[in-house]
């Protein structure tokens, strides 16, 4: 009787920085061109570098996106900066799957995690090194840095979910997170 | 038009040690004694002390077990020790929910992931500090401590899954765990 191989693991995650490395990790980058239209400012928008990175994610998806069989995890790394009174942000979005769950893990920053569910009311959680978020299903998510650094957070989500962008991009979230008197704020923000 | 409140996150997950913390968080033991059966060598395992703690979990599940609707996590807490020759390990189990998968990403010290799938075909990977593991569907999986400190580890799975231990308790995995010639085999195990 012969002992068998023990193998390595193919992707590391690195606990102190959220850095995700190995093989099948991919990497995406979001500048300030890339969401024009998303913030409340767009001429301030339009009037900063438009390659500024706003945010980088790396992505592990044992399973292509919608296929079932596997949990997925991304690093997001988010970077400080403001558009206007509004903090940098990721687009959100819905689920394509809208049962489907997702969790965020931070790792380092300081955000606010907005959800907002299908009668578009929104709320709002302070993201810190540590804090863990439960994302229910039907609700659209997305991340703002209200920090000075990175914001670091790792989501965890089934391959069979997907993104549904669209909702978004034709009517945004029902709140913004905006600086009001020098503190971050969720604001109600009214349909155009 | 008022600025609405932004909530603390009610869980934590400290990223240097794992220790869950906050509102909903559980937490388990398990002792040698309720590992009687599970180990190689049954004669050694009733020798030692039945109180000795194998591991502890600590979950936060967003959603009750078997119910849809949330990602859960939990952090297992495997102490370093053998039974005979056999590292002491997690019981391991297949999945009620069988399609469903799960992630487990490491935290700290050093381990080996079991994993068997429908025609009982066993392989192993090696869990460090930060790696991680997609485990498939239909696959029973356990992990075993081969290192002098706890092997920690953070498990991510959808809240429908559900566990099942039956087909373990009854015929085990076809391969464990042992240390051969001072040195940590996944050695195939014959069936009763």
Redesign the interface.
């Known amino acids: 009787?012969?002992?068998?191989?023990?193998?390595?693991?193919r992707?590391?995650?690195?606990?102190?920085t959220g850095v995700?490395r190995?093989a099948g990790v991919t990497e995406s980058v979001k500048t300030l061109r890339q969401l024009a239209g998303y913030f409340r400012d767009e001429a301030a928008r339009a009037a900063m570098d438009p390659e500024t990175v706003l945010y980088r994610v790396q992505s592990?998806e044992?399973q292509p996106e919608g296929v079932?069989?596997?949990?997925?995890?991304a690093t997001t790394f988010l970077m400080p900066g403001r558009v206007g009174d509004e903090y940098f942000m990721t687009r959100g979005h819905y689920h394509a799957a809208q049962?489907r769950?997702?969790?965020e893990?931070?790792?380092s920053g300081e955000g606010?995690l907005v959800l907002m569910d299908e009668n578009r009311q929104?709320?709002?959680?302070?993201?810190?090194?540590?804090?863990?978020?439960?994302v229910?299903?039907r609700t659209a998510h997305r991340v703002a840095n209200i920090g000075t650094e990175p914001l670091v957070f790792v989501s965890?989500?089934?391959?069979e979910t997907g993104h549904d962008y669209g909702e978004i991009v034709a009517r945004g979230f029902s709140?913004r997170v905006r600086q009001?008197n020098g503190k971050?704020?969720?604001?109600?923000e009214p349909e155009a």
């Open positions: 009787m012969s002992a068998s191989e023990i193998s390595p693991a992707v590391t995650l690195d606990p102190q995700l190995g592990y044992p079932e069989g596997a949990i997925c995890c049962d769950p997702e969790m893990v931070t790792v606010v929104t709320r709002a959680e302070i993201m810190r090194p540590g804090s863990v978020h439960a229910p299903p965890y989500w089934p391959s709140g009001i971050p704020a969720l604001v109600p």
